[in-house]
């Protein structure tokens, strides 16, 4: 079957105007039409077509052509990658428990393409190999997901993708001071994992990656209602986002060096959870003094946020699904971004933008600071009865453990969509995968 691009102000003449007007086909942005021999999906406005119309075309394109054995695209000029991007992420199924799974996606695709580029259709299946690798894990059930098969996944991806790996176990997670994270997994019968994943192509100061893997989370003993505890498989995204950016790293040749920190742990109350009033040490001597065992994922980021910063990077991002004050905030589309350097925030906001994975810049007040104290400790991981600005104290909680340029991405909103649209079919989403692939092998303002 041939698929062909149409334009709302400029449709092709291979089918009629009045078949086109009788099943309302304008050629805007998603729409696809099946016609005899041909499939036409929209781009909107010729003079206004991007990246972002074309991802989301092509996934809308992907849904609508299953079953298809062959389709030969015409792809339009210079949008070869994200035409790709786009196709592969919308046909996107996580099908592994269906007993009616079954393949839909076409056999063969030709892509007609005269000005193509053979690394720009590379970049692209790496990327969308990426994303589906995040989705992948975020999908997987969180009884067989445990910190330690997703330990055992990480090494089986490093050893895949060239990457240097390291697993810590509980015992070395104790030696180490660990004390947030150790903290949260006492709930657990699974034990916690620490994972360090390294891309080294040179001996320059890394890019740190930070990524937030709570395999499940309950609540501990702040238990969730059930409701709010129906996703909580994903709330390892961020984890799962870092994970797979770093896949991505070696097939692309990113010229920087990268760390990678995992901290892995469920957050439960079955064993001898963490209780409310209880003070952990943080890995560098913080102490902190628990309000809420459901503020969990800042805990284990601190350890992570303090190891990497060890490390002496040129700077630390973390990703994580933190707070449903962001998602309020930004929606599902749209996720937060903040932390203590300009240029590196700006950084991330074009990587984003690039990426079609938009970001909006949160603050982070000195004013709020106070609201963190404790009459016992250095700091309380939650304020009690504050219901305003909790994603803002959320990160200037992670502040206190970073000393280099640092952005935290509070992906809550937007590790999972809850609509089947564009390149983002319902479920986990994969997103800020492409938009650190793109911001370290960019590589940061100097």
Known sequence: M???????????????????AAVGFDGSVGQVVRAPDVVLFGLGDSGEVGADAVRAAAGCLAREVRGYSHLSITV???????????????????????????????ARIDLIAPDADAAELRTALVLAEAVTLARDLVSEPGDVLTPSALADRAVEVARACGLSCEVWDEHRIAEERLGGLLGVAR?????PRLVRLRHLPDQGAPIALVGKGVTFDAGGLSLKPTPQMIDMKADMAGA???????????????PHPVDAWLPLTE????VDPMRIGDVLRVRDGTTVEIRNADAEGRLILADALVLAGETDPSAIIDVATLTDAAAIALGRDIAAVMGNEQPLIDAI????????EPLWQ??????YRSQLASTIADLVNYTTGVRHGTALLAGLFLQHFVTAPWA????????????????????????????LIDLVTTGLPR
């Open 2 to 20: 041939s698929v062909l691009p149409a334009y709302s102000d400029r449709l092709p003449d291979v089918v009629s105007a009045e078949y086109l």
């Open 76 to 106: 339009p000029a210079g949008l070869l990658r994200p035409l790709v991007e786009g196709f592969v992420l919308g046909a996107y199924r996580f099908d592994r428990y269906r007993s009616d799974a079954r393949l839909t996606a076409p």
């Open 187 to 191: 709930g657990s019968r699974q034990p």
């Open 240 to 254: 799962a986002t870092v994970l797979a950016a770093m896949s991505a790293l070696g097939p692309l040749s990113c």
């Open 267 to 270: 957050n439960m109350a079955t």
């Open 349 to 356: 906001l074009a990587a984003g933008k690039r990426a079609g």
């Open 362 to 367: 949160l603050p982070l007040p000195p004013s």
């Open 408 to 435: 935290h991405l509070d992906i809550q909103g937007t590790a999972l969509t809850d609509r089947t649209h564009g390149e983002w079919p319902q479920g986990p989403t994969g997103f800020a995968v492409r938009t």
